[in-house]
């Protein structure tokens, strides 16, 4: 099969700091199209990744990126979907099976055949060569798996959209926020903002839950309607039997008794932040009050197109930080830290 060479930044190894490379993508298919990436999102994900801390990790070199926005270049002979001049944006993932009960529902995230944009898991396509993500100045993907970015988005603050707003708006959709809902949003960081925003859109009454108050102002002005540190003591017996929904944004592991406790009757805690430990769990915390722990995994390509819209509907985007590819590392750096407000995004044509 040919391939193209196009510039990218990839993790040579393990733990390794980023640096420029050149990687192969391929020539396009009949449904493919080629997308000149204007944008790449930094997700914590990325950082997970390239320091392989979730299971055995991908292939390396890996080339991060999941949060992808720019403009098709180039489109197949049977593509019906785009044109040239469109801005489209990729996700966590550019293929699935097609055929599986979770693909036949709109729900491919959730199909065991799903592919990922980046090699996470060592993911190959049907050609058996690994994937690259979106930390590079072209990628080739089904238009199928291209998602449609409404023109009053600007594409570096909606890149973040097709991973930060999407993990939070599956949850907040599928357990119904809106009027008459209180919702909890714990942590007000890369997908805890978009959360309030987009739960405050729905109309629920939004509270985030911060070890802090330091970011309480931005949080305010973000959509919440209140805001308590979580590393007072004080919080836990004020909100006690408050929330309907909470999302658990954060990556660390929490008391989950703690948070369960501050949900009413019938209530759920979705956790959406994947630390690298378990999180233990008192029977009592659940049975109490008929509460539940679920999980939520991004969205399906239909309910992405869904959040888009909803975003542009309402003046959703993300906010965020642009920087140039050699600020890379230092951003990362930055996320470990807490140090943006509140999405990095990578200007590609940097590279």
């Given at each position: 099969?040919?391939h193209?060479?196009?510039?990218?930044?990839?993790?040579?190894?393990?733990?390794?700091?980023?640096?420029?490379?050149?990687?192969?993508?391929?020539e396009?298919?009949?449904?493919?199209?080629?997308?000149?990436?204007?944008?790449?999102?930094?997700?914590?994900?990325?950082?997970?990744?390239?320091?392989?801390?979730?299971?055995?990790?991908?292939?390396?070199?890996?080339?991060p990126?999941?949060?992808?926005?720019?403009?098709?270049?180039?489109?197949?002979?049977?593509?019906?979907?785009?044109?040239?001049?469109?801005?489209?944006?990729?996700g966590?993932?550019?293929?699935?099976?097609?055929?599986?009960?979770?693909?036949?529902?709109?729900?491919?995230?959730?199909?065991?055949?799903?592919?990922?944009?980046?090699?996470?898991?060592?993911d190959?396509?049907?050609?058996?060569?690994?994937?690259?993500?979106?930390?590079?100045?072209?990628?080739?993907?089904?238009?199928?798996?291209?998602?449609r970015?409404?023109?009053?988005?600007?594409?570096?603050a909606?890149?973040?959209?097709?991973?930060?707003?999407?993990?939070?708006?599956?949850?907040?959709?599928?357990?119904?926020?809106?009027?008459?809902?209180?919702?909890?949003?714990?942590?007000?960081?890369?997908?805890?903002?978009?959360?309030?925003?987009?739960a405050?859109?729905?109309?629920?009454?939004?509270?985030?839950?911060?070890?802090?108050?330091?970011?309480?102002?931005?949080?305010?002005?973000?959509?919440?309607?209140?805001?308590?540190?979580?590393?007072?003591?004080?919080?836990?017996?004020?909100?006690?039997?408050?929330?309907?929904?909470?999302?658990?944004?954060?990556?660390?592991?929490?008391?989950?008794?703690a948070?369960?406790?501050?949900?009413r009757?019938?209530?759920?805690?979705?956790?959406?932040?994947?630390?690298?430990?378990?999180?233990?769990?008192?029977?009592?915390?659940?049975?109490?009050?008929?509460?539940?722990?679920?999980?939520?995994?991004?969205?399906?390509?239909?309910?992405?197109?869904?959040?888009?819209?909803?975003?542009?509907?309402?003046?959703?985007?993300?906010?965020?930080?642009?920087?140039?590819?050699?600020?890379?590392?230092?951003?990362?750096?930055?996320?470990?830290?807490?140090d943006?407000?509140?999405?990095?995004?990578?200007?590609?044509?940097?590279?």
């Amino acid at each position: 099969m040919t391939h193209t060479s196009v510039a990218a930044y990839a993790a040579p190894a393990p733990k390794a700091p980023l640096e420029r490379t050149t990687i192969p993508r391929r020539e396009l298919g009949a449904h493919d199209i080629l997308i000149d990436i204007k944008f790449a999102g930094i997700c914590h994900s990325d950082i997970h990744t390239v320091r392989a801390e979730w299971g055995d990790g991908g292939t390396f070199p890996i080339v991060p990126g999941h949060e992808i926005a720019g403009v098709v270049a180039a489109t197949g002979p049977e593509v019906t979907r785009y044109q040239v001049g469109d801005r489209v944006g990729v996700g966590c993932f550019v293929d699935s099976c097609r055929t599986c009960e979770n693909c036949r529902a709109g729900l491919e995230q959730y199909c065991t055949g799903e592919l990922g944009t980046v090699n996470t898991y060592g993911d190959t396509d049907r050609n058996g060569e690994v994937t690259y993500g979106g930390y590079s100045t072209h990628l080739v993907v089904d238009e199928n798996y291209a998602l449609r970015i409404p023109d009053t988005l600007p594409l570096d603050a909606a890149a973040p959209l097709l991973c930060a707003g999407i993990t939070l708006y599956s949850p907040l959709a599928h357990w119904q926020a809106g009027p008459g809902k209180k919702v909890a949003v714990v942590g007000l960081g890369g997908l805890g903002h978009m959360g309030v925003k987009i739960a405050h859109a729905m109309g629920a009454e939004v509270t985030v839950l911060s070890q802090s108050l330091r970011k309480k102002d931005d949080g305010l002005r973000l959509g919440a309607d209140h805001y308590y540190a979580t590393s007072d003591p004080a919080t836990f017996e004020a909100l006690a039997g408050t929330f309907d929904l909470i999302v658990n944004t954060v990556s660390a592991n929490l008391d989950m008794g703690a948070y369960l406790g501050l949900l009413r009757t019938n209530g759920t805690l979705v956790q959406l932040g994947a630390p690298e430990q378990p999180l233990p769990v008192a029977p009592f915390a659940l049975i109490g009050g008929r509460r539940s722990i679920a999980g939520s995994l991004i969205g399906g390509i239909a309910e992405t197109q869904e959040m888009l819209d909803f975003c542009a509907e309402h003046g959703l985007v993300s906010e965020i930080e642009v920087i140039s590819a050699d600020r890379i590392n230092e951003a990362y750096e930055r996320v470990l830290a807490s140090d943006v407000r509140y999405r990095f995004v990578i200007d590609t044509s940097t590279i």
